[in-house]
């Protein structure tokens, strides 16, 4: 159990709309992860974070934006939510250990429907 | 270009068989590692197994092993005596490196296994 919470677990919500995903892990890790699941596509890569206020795009960022204040919460924003954002969204850490760098840990997943 | 590829959307396995799960990546980094994760009907993503590019022997951790051919570029996750429980969704992905310390890393489309009792 690698400590990562993700809040809502399910959100229905109105195109237009702003909507904020939230990621809360317990261990203090340096680098923290987005990711969205679609049929068809895996999981793509949102955006990361290396650390407080350092953030970088991934593969799919376009109508996404993060921020990270403090160390153990990374929250994704969508400003201006679009059908083509209802996705499940998964929060992942990795813990930089040698061996098997690269390895995920994953939150629980959040379920999002934009109408 | 998809750098990993799992030409398997979905497969049917007799319970107590064995399954291979297929996947190929595409690299031409020497060093860069491969992983399976499941994904249960309950949503969780649950890492099975690791092999490093440089890894002399075939990595297995209890019923999965990875039948890592690097020649051919592939890594085909093989579950032994399949149990109803294996029946999920399964990712193969790749860490590739980059020149941050970020590791990137790409999942494929993933294989839908169902395991009949």
């Known amino acids: 159990d690698a400590g990562i919470t993700q809040s809502p677990r399910h959100k229905v919500t109105e195109t237009g709309t702003p909507v904020t995903l939230r990621c809360h892990q317990t261990e203090n890790h340096r680098y923290m992860y987005w990711y969205r699941q679609d049929p068809g596509h895996g999981l793509r890569l949102i955006h990361y974070s290396y650390g407080v206020k350092d953030t970088d795009k991934g593969e799919v960022s376009d109508g996404y934006s993060v921020s990270r204040s403090k160390t153990e919460d990374f929250l994704l924003t969508l400003e201006s939510a679009t059908s083509s954002q209802t996705s499940v969204y998964f929060c992942a850490i990795s813990r930089g250990t040698s061996g098997e760098t690269g390895r995920r840990f994953f939150g629980p997943g959040t379920r999002l429907t934009v109408l | 270009a998809q750098k990993i590829t799992q030409t398997q959307p979905g497969m049917f396995v007799q319970e107590k068989e064995a399954v291979t799960l297929d996947c190929t990546y595409d690299t031409s980094d ?15 993503m649950i890492f099975l197994i690791y092999q490093g590019s440089y890894d002399q022997q075939n990595a297995t951790e209890g019923r999965y092993s990875l039948n890592f051919q690097k020649a051919r570029k592939s890594a085909n996750l093989v579950i032994s005596a399949s149990q109803l429980g294996d029946s999920a969704m399964y990712f193969c992905a790749m860490r590739e490196p980059t020149k941050t310390s ?14 009949i009792p």
């Not at chain 2, 590692?33 to 969780?44: D, I, T």
């Not at chain 2, 970020?102 to 395991?115: A, R, W």
């Open chain 2, 30 to 44: 020497p060093s860069y590692g491969l992983f399976w994760y499941k994904q249960p009907s309950s949503g969780e």
């Open chain 2, 102 to 115: 970020y590791d990137k890393v790409i999942f494929g489309p993933g294989t839908s296994l169902s395991v």
